[in-house]
């Protein structure tokens, strides 16, 4: 009898200790990270990134899940899932959903989760980030939504065998006006396309051309935002822009990932889009190839959009919680913010990792072309922002506009003029 | 009889409540919502009786897409019915040798996904830098840029399309013409009867049963799967001239988040398709031939 109670006791302390090693496996906390970088878009680095994380961590286990179309296809999934009543732990919001996420989604100030479970990060934030940085991912509400991750802003990208081949300078135009001579200049003597701008499911680069003419996308009256991109300023700028592409034919008017294609094969001479796209540029290009700094428009000063985007804290669940600043934190460690900057070309977010040893002191140097971004960041601003309901169709009316210009079916003063009333319609 | 009743309803509920729960279901939720303005989240639904309905027929935008829906039909029907059925008479009747090779040869990228064949073309078909495009500067032309030109960018997209069901409709149409009788096509044959004429009074009606669904399967099929190189190539431009019901429906309901008016648009859709299945049995139906 006793001997049949010994065994029945081997075998249950055996299962014990079976399933108790089962619990701690399963006890790290899965949580998904939804990210739109492409491959060829820091995609790479993002694994890399989760898989050291994954390897390090003893509470939390991370799933990265890449979402198509950029930003805006990431606010639809995430809205989608909302609607199913689920969302992910960690997300990254691009800057001009800013006030769309704030108004519709559920999320956690990290300064909170901080506060809460980790006392030891509790100075992390200010320690870090500077003021104006993180003004950028602050609500109207003076609420912190999240903390930014990507800061990128447009720069031209040339292609000096070309532009030496048209006997134009190297270092490019520093104007629009001068952009649009080197455009024809080179679509003459080379007879290849002189400029692509970038036409992503997003109107950034086209914020920054009507911005640099001094014009405004979107102005506050009262504390109500009304678009405004249609003024003179701005219509003039876009009208450029069009004519070069309808009547100079110097420039493109095709999809992001055609245009870039053609850039590296040599089909564009010059090629305004994000410095995020730099290491695959570098990559890719089998010619001598720079990038200098946005150009302005004569007698204005240049003003930028910051791209890229915050890492918001979206997961339900204190658990959730906890493992999302867990990541976060990893995420912006000096080691982890090098490897982004140069797995993408995103300017650092947080200071302390340009000049040190371990961060990109020996990559800056090295690398030229960041140098275009870098010293153009005190001309950095707010990406527009719709707010309310209509944020993602006031988006989608820009997109719709800047097809019918470019596309010649209506000029620039009628579809400005004509999209700005409908988006304040719907801001209404 | 009442049990046989019985069990016959019993031995139809496996495939009913499938059937309920991915069809009659949502297909009765989408019309229930078609009645509100919903973003999909906001715990408020506002009604709005038939106000997105008004608002679509009424809508520019929507007669643009119908019109698109419209050209999308010719071209596939052009390609996807008439091509295969003409094709289908020659090898079956005229050309017998290597019938089995150009089975294989049509039928081999129907099995290849649509993305994967989308994204294949956006390759091929780059303007600036795709083999096409520098195929057509060697010959001195100069390929258009048709993800951005209306018009052009109708053509491509059924093309891409055409790539996937062109091979399933050509074996189909090929079983429905090969069963015609070969004694008929002889005897016609006998009498010197010329073969355009045997295809168009003799071939045609007597496989017609299989043309009729061929010519229902490429209109109403062939705009679902136009859906995967849209949402690939263009996303419905430019400015929505490449946009077609289908995908004007899921551009509403998942891209700008108007879930009432998307509902109401697929309901829309879904009324015209089943018009055209009305005027189908009311005046084709009546004339097919069936052989059994």
Avoid at chain 1, 213 to 236: L, M, V
Wanted: hydrophobic share 45%.
């Amino acid at each position: 009898m006793n001997k049949a109670m010994g065994k029945l006791a081997a075998v249950l302390f055996l299962l014990v200790v079976l399933s108790a090693g089962e619990a701690a496996e399963s006890k790290r906390t899965v949580v998904e990270y939804w990210h739109p970088n492409a491959e060829a878009q820091g995609g790479l680095v993002v694994a890399e990134l989760v898989a050291d994380f994954n390897s390090r961590s003893k509470t939390t286990e991370v799933r990265e899940r890449f979402i198509p179309d950029m930003y805006k296809g990431v606010m639809q999934n995430l809205q989608a899932e909302a609607a199913a009543g689920k969302a992910p732990a960690i997300v990254q919001i691009g800057w001009a959903f800013l006030d769309y996420f704030s108004n519709n989604f559920i999320y956690t100030n990290p300064q909170t989760v901080i506060d809460k479970y980790f006392p030891e990060d509790a100075t992390f934030i200010a320690d870090n980030f500077l003021p104006n940085i993180t003004a950028l991912s602050t609500g109207g509400n003076g609420d912190l939504l999240g903390l930014p991750y990507s800061l990128s802003s447009p720069v031209l990208y040339l292609n000096r065998d070309m532009l030496r081949a048209a006997g134009l300078p190297e270092n490019g135009p520093d104007t629009w006006e001068s952009l649009r001579e080197f455009a024809s200049i080179i679509k003459e003597r080379t007879g290849k396309y002189g400029l692509y701008v970038q036409e992503p499911a997003d109107s950034w680069a086209q914020q920054a051309i009507v911005e640099s003419a001094g014009g405004k996308f979107i102005t506050f009256e009262n504390g109500r935002a009304r678009a405004s991109f249609a003024s003179d300023e701005g219509i003039r700028a876009f009208g450029v822009y069009a004519d070069m592409v309808l009547k100079d034919k110097s420039a493109l008017h095709i999809t992001w990932d055609e245009g870039v294609q053609s850039f590296i094969d040599g089909n564009v001479g010059m090629l305004y889009t994000t410095i995020a796209r730099r290491a695959s540029i570098q990559k890719g290009a089998k010619f001598d190839v720079g990038a200098v700094g946005s150009p302005a428009w004569q007698g204005h000063t240049k003003k930028l959009p910051a791209g890229g985007c915050f890492l918001a804290i979206t997961a339900r669940s204190d658990e959730e919680k906890k493992s999302a600043w867990e990541f976060m934190r990893f995420l912006y460690s000096v080691e982890s913010v090098a490897a982004w900057t140069k797995g993408t070309g995103y300017v650092p977010p947080r200071e302390g990792v340009a000049d040190a040893p371990n961060g990109l002191k020996s990559f800056l140097a090295e690398n030229r072309m960041m140098e275009a971004a870098t010293t153009q960041m005190p001309y950095v601003a707010r990406w527009a922002s719709f707010p309310g309901d209509a944020g993602l169709q006031a988006e989608q009316a820009l997109l719709d506009m800047r097809d019918v210009i470019l596309g010649g079916s209506e000029s620039a003063r009628d579809a400005m003029t004509r999209t700005q009333d409908e988006i304040n319609q719907l801001l209404q | 009889m009442k049990n046989m009743n019985v069990k016959a309803f019993l031995m139809l509920l496996p495939s009913l409540s499938v059937f309920g729960a991915f069809m009659f279901w949502p297909l009765a939720r989408t019309f229930y919502i078609s009645f509100f303005e919903w973003n999909m989240v906001s715990p408020v639904k506002k009604f709005v009786g038939l106000g997105n309905y008004a608002a679509l027929l009424g809508s520019p935008l929507v007669h643009r897409v119908l019109g698109n829906t419209a050209a999308y039909a010719l071209i596939l029907l052009a390609v996807n019915f008439v091509v295969p059925y003409v094709l289908a008479f020659v090898l079956s009747q005229v050309v017998k040798r290597g019938r089995a090779l150009y089975k294989g040869a049509f039928f081999l990228p129907s099995v290849i996904s649509l993305v994967v064949g989308s994204m294949i073309y956006t390759w091929i078909l780059n303007p600036i830098s795709g083999p096409v495009a520098i195929a057509a500067q060697r010959l001195g032309l100069s390929a258009p840029i048709w993800s951005k030109t209306e018009g052009a960018v109708i053509v491509v997209l059924s093309l891409v399309t055409s790539w996937k069901i062109f091979g399933y409709n050509f074996i189909v149409i090929l079983g429905g013409v090969s069963g015609v009788s070969s004694e008929v096509i002889e005897a016609a044959r006998v009498d010197n009867v010329p073969l355009w004429r045997i295809f168009t009074d003799i071939v045609l009606p007597m496989s017609s049963a299989t043309g009729v669904y061929l010519f229902v399967m490429t209109v109403v099929q062939g705009m679902q799967f136009l859906f995967t190189p849209i949402r690939v190539l263009t996303m419905g431009g430019p400015n929505y001239a490449s946009s077609n019901l289908v995908y004007h429906s899921y551009h509403e309901m998942f891209v700008v988040y108007r879930t009432g008016t998307g509902s109401a648009l697929a309901v829309i859709t879904l009324l015209g398709f089943a018009f055209l299945l009305f005027l189908e049995f009311r005046f084709v139906e009546g004339r097919v031939y069936y052989e059994s």
